[in-house]
């Protein structure tokens, strides 16, 4: 839109016939269109949305089951259409907020009642069959006399978020989405259970206190298997982190192409953190084989460390001081020279205290990642917790919360050093 | 009047970000053995002006020569070579914290020597002399195998000069050397820039934040305000009336001793 150009269709007599006058005519045309239609939507999602939740909860607590509506469904469609015609036309509506418009007569004063009831009824002449929208402006507008104008705050005293409808209508949503959360997931049987059935797990407290001592040995041989997929996995990473960080850094990633790679790299990485490494295990299983326990843990710790050591390492390049780097770059000193003595200084020590922190964390994966089928600690106690073996459990996980506890001290201790 | 050792003509740079117009067609010349004090508010492209000259910044127009070289027409490695001979010395210092004053020090030789060796951080034994040379002409020699960070901020700028004299420069640009010291200290500093200035015939070009340094230790002074060349001239011309011109109607005068 070329600057100076008016936001809303020119009042007064329609311009002469021109070129110009039909692309206007289109242009404030669609702007009308998609700004009535925007609130229009808004407003009826808001409905539906608060409608919905409601009738759930209201169902699920009345009668147990999961259902969202307690009338037809055709009587739902209409009345989502006419809350949002009523919201819109009597008051400020959840669309008219987010578009920060509201509806004023047009010499800019509050609306009467009257122009208001005209507007909902004409509402329903313009905005539901969508086409006559085209015409600037839409038949309820004109027909009231009111408009929709950017909002003004001037004179008006401003509430406190509980006493507006948005912040009454986002409590009522959340607090609806909450029950409705906690009735899903938790029943009042599940409650009294959690209470009248703790005397079952006495087995498994006692296992802890009477090791069975002939599996020390085997255990131990686990255990190491699992630092050592932690430290395989790790050291791969790290390999390919240092270097992938490099390009995932804002800062030193400048112009169109630097830009790009650092985004494709930024966004893969984000993508393969959020899947959990033990989802990543069982991908890695069916692709290299069951027999290959422990090399399917080690591949699934090394994709999701990756991704995690990139994102780590190249937020700390992206807070490194530039004023080093110009200082060095000042005495004449080239890019590798510049990266040796400005960067490297800054970064090594953080780098490492980061691979200490994923090694640490690879090492309680490597348990969980044991579990699916991923080799070491993990795949132990998985078969001892099946087959009911709570006595060889109970040692296998005393056994991993002194290997936890020793990495954690040590990998503090280190980094406490570094710092 | 002999051939001048820098000039520089209709200098403009434009910020891309925010649009900003740090330096307006600003044009001086500086003779060999100089001190060229630049004062101005913060803000008025003070930093901006100093690192066009060694191109740390790229100039949106405008043209710098610096002893007949024209060097916004070098390439980047040509330029690279030519910084050897401009040391530049900053307000926050920008040592390398973690690493000992010596090997500071020895970074401003890495321009001289080759790539691979620096990156082993290896120097030649000539340059290890020098740089105790350098640390015993700044008075920090029992420090030279202290980390930089264990030192005071005068002793950071001390090492900060002793870098930029080991480039054996002949331009030596100081964006506020100053700024982060204590007057006391920012006298000894700014003697040894001096010295620097007297002794070694290095040209300077320093930024100075109070007009009573620059009155001090400068033989010319250029103000700049908003970008502008607003004044250029010695030090005894900046009288009340040049003074509010140049910091504004409301600006007292402070006192530095
Ligand atoms: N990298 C940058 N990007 C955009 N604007 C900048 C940048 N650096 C400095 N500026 C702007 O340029 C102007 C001059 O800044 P500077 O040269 O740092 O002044 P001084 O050193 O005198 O305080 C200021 O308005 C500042 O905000
Ligand atoms: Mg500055």
Not at chain 1, 89 to 108: A, M, N, P, W
Not at chain 2, 27 to 50: A, D, N, R
Not at chain 2, 199 to 206: N, W
Request: with cysteine; net charge positive; glycine share 8%.
């Amino acid at each position: 839109m070329p600057p100076g150009y008016p936001k809303v269709y020119p009042k007064g007599k329609p311009r002469r016939m021109s070129l110009d006058a039909v692309a206007d005519f289109f242009y404030f045309g669609f702007r009308n269109l998609r700004k009535q239609l925007s609130i229009a939507v808004l407003d009826m999602g808001a409905v539906a949305v608060l409608w919905l939740l409601m009738n759930y909860v209201i169902i699920r607590f009345s009668t147990g089951q999961i259902g969202y509506t307690l009338v037809p469904w055709w009587i739902f469609g209409v009345g989502v259409v006419e809350a949002a015609a009523l919201w819109e036309s009597f008051g400020r509506s959840f669309g008219h907020r987010v578009e920060r418009l509201e509806l004023r007569r047009t010499d800019g004063r509050e609306p009467t009642l009257k122009q208001r009831v005209l507007y909902w009824l004409l509402w329903h002449v313009s905005v539901l069959p969508l086409f006559p929208l085209l015409l600037v402006p839409s038949p309820h507008e004109r027909g009231s006399g009111l408009e929709l104008r950017p909002f003004t705050m001037e004179g008006r005293v401003p509430r406190p978020w509980w006493r507006t409808s948005t912040g009454i209508y986002v409590a009522w949503l959340m607090g609806a989405a909450l029950t409705a959360a906690i009735s899903v997931t938790i029943s009042w049987e599940d409650l009294v259970r959690l209470f009248t059935r703790a005397g079952t797990t006495a087995k498994f407290w006692r296992s802890f206190f009477s090791p069975d001592t002939s599996i020390i040995l085997k255990t131990i041989r686990e255990l190491v298997v699992t630092v050592f997929m932690a430290m395989t996995a790790t050291s791969f990473a790290v390999l390919v982190a240092v270097p992938l960080s490099f390009l995932a850094a804002r800062n030193l990633m400048r112009g169109v192409v630097g830009r790009f790679i650092y985004t494709v790299i930024r966004v893969t990485m984000s993508i393969i953190r959020s899947i959990e490494p033990v989802v990543w295990a069982i991908f890695f299983l069916v692709w290299v084989g069951a027999k290959l326990a422990p090399f399917a843990g080690v591949l699934a710790l090394f994709v999701h460390s990756v991704s995690d050591l990139t994102k780590l390492y190249a937020e700390r390049l992206e807070s490194i001081d530039p004023g080093l780097i110009e200082a060095i770059a000042a005495t004449g000193a080239n890019r590798l020279q510049i990266l040796r003595y400005a960067v490297i200084p800054q970064i090594v020590n953080p780098y490492i205290s980061f691979t200490l922190y994923r090694w640490d964390i690879n090492i309680r994966m490597a348990t969980v990642v044991g579990m699916v089928g991923g080799g070491g600690i993990g795949q132990a106690l998985f078969f001892y917790l099946t087959g009911n073996l709570w006595k060889q459990a109970g040692t296998v996980m005393l056994f991993i919360i002194a290997l936890v506890w020793g990495i954690d001290y040590l990998s503090a201790k280190l980094r406490a050093k570094l710092a | 009047m002999a051939e001048p050792y820098l000039v520089v003509e209709h200098l403009t740079k434009v910020y891309e970000r925010g649009h900003v117009v740090a330096l307006k067609d600003v044009s001086f010349e500086v003779q060999k053995g100089e001190f060229l004090v630049i004062i101005g508010l913060s803000g008025s492209g003070k930093s901006t002006l100093l690192r066009c000259i060694n191109r740390l910044i790229e100039p949106t127009k405008g043209r710098i020569f610096i002893d007949g070289v024209e060097i916004t027409k070098l390439s980047p490695r040509q330029m690279r070579k030519f910084r050897r001979k401009i040391g530049m010395i900053f307000q926050h210092f920008n040592l390398i914290k973690r690493a000992t004053v010596m090997t500071n020090v020895l970074t401003g030789r890495l321009g001289y020597n080759p790539t691979w060796r620096t990156l082993l951080g290896l120097f030649p034994r000539s340059d290890r002399e020098l740089a105790l040379k350098n640390l015993e002409r700044v008075g920090l020699l029992e420090k030279a195998y202290v980390r930089a960070d264990e030192l005071s901020g005068g002793q950071q700028q001390r090492v900060g000069i002793a870098r930029a004299l080991m480039q054996q420069p002949e331009l030596l640009l100081a964006d506020e050397p100053v700024s982060a010291l204590d007057p006391a200290t920012s006298h000894s500093v700014m003697q040894y820039i001096e010295q620097m200035n007297r002794e070694d015939g290095v040209t300077v070009l320093a930024s100075l934040h109070f007009l009573s340094l620059a009155r001090r230790y400068g033989t010319r002074i250029i103000a700049l305000r908003d970008g502008e060349l607003v004044f250029d001239g010695l030090p005894e011309e900046i009288d009340d009336r040049k003074f509010k011109e140049i910091y504004g109607e409301e600006a007292e005068e402070v006192e530095v001793r």
